[in-house]
């Protein structure tokens, strides 16, 4: 996300089919176990993320003479911290009582010590006393270890062209909108798909949905019996895209229902609906360990970009 959007985010607002429209936020994003996964790289970080990678690796973190007093805005769920004319998402990783998690929301060659020093004394005085990062770039990732945050997971980033789509699989499951209402049933097949530290909770799937401009929110119901309206939900997908950059953003589905191609049914959903948008490139991470994505990925059309991201830890003690 460019600096110049942030001081307009607004809290988007909704339109047919379980798109939504706003303002291009950053959201937090991991891979999980299973064939879940989420990207962080949201909006126009991607613009930055490979324009950077073109440029020299040097010390990163500029000094300040004078240290500014942050300031904090809230706009629904987003907090965001300002300092100077830096940015930071702040909170809680996904509701945990002493995890935090800070998001970067301006250029890396525009972060200070000052900057990441405010930010993380604000998380100090809530009581956290461990900092978790977002995926972060590998520019990113040289100002926080300045600071002295160390590795806590490895991602692969992968990219997909839209030229050549397979096929979607015929699978025992409907692929259609899933709405506000459906949340609940989607948090319980993720809290099923992730490994406790990687699930998300209400507000941190609001954010993935809020994440871009337009986005889409897809869920696979098993085909319900004749006295059902609707089958349970037993996978989702979360994507959207910003001008001609698309971004699937969470995909998940319930470990009795892996194996039968409901993964690449929601995954091959997301991308024809960005390649009839105007989308020309979709990214997604995925962890290293999680060889099932990283093969569905490849399988469906994506490669690999190199250098991957990365999550960043540090630990704190309380102010």
Do not use: K
């Amino acid at each position: 996300m460019r600096s110049n959007e942030l001081d307009r985010i607004v809290e988007p607002g909704v339109s047919q089919a379980g798109e939504r429209r706003g303002q291009t936020r950053r959201a937090l994003g991991v891979a999980g176990a299973y064939l879940v996964l989420s990207t962080s790289l949201m909006g126009d970080d991607q613009d930055h993320v490979y324009n950077s990678q073109l440029t020299d690796s040097g010390p990163l973190v500029t000094r300040a003479r004078i240290a500014p007093e942050p300031t904090v805005a809230r706009v629904g769920d987003l907090e965001v911290i300002n300092v100077g004319a830096e940015q930071y998402r702040l909170g809680a990783w996904r509701g945990h009582p002493t995890v935090g998690y800070i998001v970067p929301l301006t250029p890396p060659e525009r972060l200070s010590r000052v900057g990441l020093e405010r930010s993380i004394g604000q998380l100090s005085a809530r009581g956290y006393t461990e900092v978790l990062t977002a995926a972060l770039t590998a520019r990113e990732q040289q100002v926080f270890v300045q600071w002295g945050f160390t590795l806590f997971e490895r991602l692969h980033l992968l990219q997909h062209d839209l030229r050549h789509l397979p096929p979607r699989p015929t699978i025992e499951a409907r692929v259609g909108a899933a709405h506000r209402w459906d949340r609940t049933a989607v948090l319980e097949v993720d809290s099923r798909a992730f490994d406790p530290m990687w699930r998300l909770d209400r507000p941190s799937l609001h954010e993935a949905i809020s994440a871009t401009p337009t986005s889409r929110f897809r869920a696979a119901r098993n085909v319900p019996r004749a006295h059902s309206r609707r089958g349970p939900i037993i996978g989702y997908a979360v994507s959207g895209h910003t001008g001609d950059h698309g971004y699937l953003q969470r995909l998940a589905v319930h470990p009795d229902a892996q194996r039968g191609g409901i993964g690449a049914a929601l995954v091959l959903d997301c991308l024809q609906w960005m390649r009839r948008a105007g989308v020309d490139r979709v990214s997604v991470n995925t962890q290293e360990a999680n060889d099932r994505a990283f093969a569905l990925y490849e399988r469906l059309g994506f490669v690999p970009v190199e250098p991957g991201l990365a999550v960043l830890r540090l630990e704190i003690g309380p102010a």
